[in-house]
């Protein structure tokens, strides 16, 4: 779920340095950095929920000259995984949609130019600490279950609070999720019951799950709109993964706050960029007050920039969650292969 803009610069001491080695006539001291490349094309690479208003897209390239072409090659994993392989050959100039649970990766791998944005708010230093200076936040919001309150009324029954509720004989059949191994969502509850239960525990956690009947699908498309019974789809499972703010869409729903992880999004320039300057340009455009006013309603995600209001829908139905599960991205990184494994081996078999 998302979308994004931003504002065409070149840093002062960048131009400053052009400048300065232009007027001496002579070349750049050996081993001080090379400029910037600039190409008349961007290549922007994004995750396959990506959306980007018109508007914002022709003004950004009104703003910069720049063609701009966008390449989705799947979900935030599928992105890192195509950053990785073709490292050699770099796929574009900027990324966007690279989230927490690959961050580290990514970093690690060496697929991205340091960059720190002068248009990043203060607000946004929170989710800086595991990336470096090689990723910008543009993005966040937090994957939880939600539920179906039209159903549990017509039941005369209560709705589930926290995990731990999912595993009592009168909630059996009631919840779908998606598979971590194949989805964002999926990945990101998985990395809740991690936090939530520990190593030591958060198998056996899924066990208990498993035998009460949980009903693990691909994808969150899958799971929201074909199997849960509170969406368009009108299936038969009244518990479903989704997000804090899908409430604010779906106003007979209702946010399990206790179930959530909170998943924040980046923006990176790629190593070996055509087009550094522009990927640049892309990150600030992302942070600019128009897009990030934009995000709640395009890609459903709240703004890093907390001066920016929200629409009046999710003030009602999308209220932040105030403690969210989170796991350091360094750990994630170094563990999130096993935990995979280990939980398809204990759920599916």
């Known amino acids: 779920m998302k979308m994004l803009k931003l504002l065409p610069r070149l840093t002062a001491a960048i131009l400053g340095t052009v400048l300065l080695v232009s007027c001496a006539g002579a070349p750049a001291p050996s081993g001080s950095p090379s400029a910037p ?20 897209l022709a003004a950004f390239k009104a703003d910069t000259g720049y063609e701009v072409t966008f390449v989705a090659p799947g979900d935030a994993g599928t992105v890192v995984n195509q950053l990785v392989l073709t490292k050699d050959s770099p796929l574009g100039d900027v990324v966007y949609g690279i ?14 130019n340091s960059y720190t ?26 994957v939880c279950l939600n539920a179906d309150t039209g159903w549990f009324k017509a039941k005369n029954l209560a709705v589930p609070q926290t995990l731990d509720d999912l595993l009592k004989p009168e909630y059996a059949g009631l919840l779908v999720v998606a598979n971590p191994a194949s989805s964002s969502p999926g990945l990101a509850f998985l990395m809740a019951t991690v936090a939530a239960k520990g190593e030591a525990g958060y198998l056996d956690y899924w066990k208990a799950l498993k035998a009460n009947k949980v009903k693990v699908v691909k994808g969150w498309t899958e799971a929201y709109t074909v199997e849960f019974s509170g969406s368009s789809g009108k299936g038969n499972r009244p518990l479903v993964l989704s997000y804090s703010s ?14 959530c992880f909170r998943q924040v999004e980046f923006a990176g320039v790629i190593a070996g960029a055509q087009n550094e300057v522009g990927a640049r340009k892309f990150i600030d455009f992302l942070l600019s007050n128009e897009v990030q006013a934009q995000l709640p309603e395009q890609m459903y995600m709240y703004p890093v920039d907390s001066s ?7 003030a009602k139905k999308a209220a932040k969650v105030e403690s969210p599960f989170t796991l350091p991205a360094a750990e994630i990184n170094a563990k999130r292969d096993a935990w995979i494994k280990a939980w398809t081996a204990a759920v599916i078999g």
Do not use: C, M
Not at 38 to 56: G, M, P, Q, R, Y
Not at 103 to 111: P, Q
């Open 308 to 314: 920016v209001k929200l629409p009046a829908d999710w």
């Open 37 to 56: 490349t600039e190409t008349k094309t961007l290549t922007v690479i994004t995750h396959d929920s990506f959306n980007l208003s018109k508007s914002a």
């Open 99 to 112: 989230d927490n649970t690959f961050a580290a990766r990514a970093i690690d791998a060496g697929v991205l």
């Open 246 to 259: 899908s409430p604010a869409f779906e106003p007979a729903t209702e946010n399990l706050d206790q179930t």
């Open 117 to 142: 944005s002068a248009a990043l708010p203060a607000s946004a230093t929170q989710f800086t600490a595991d990336v470096a200076g090689k990723l910008t936040p543009i993005d966040y919001g937090d």
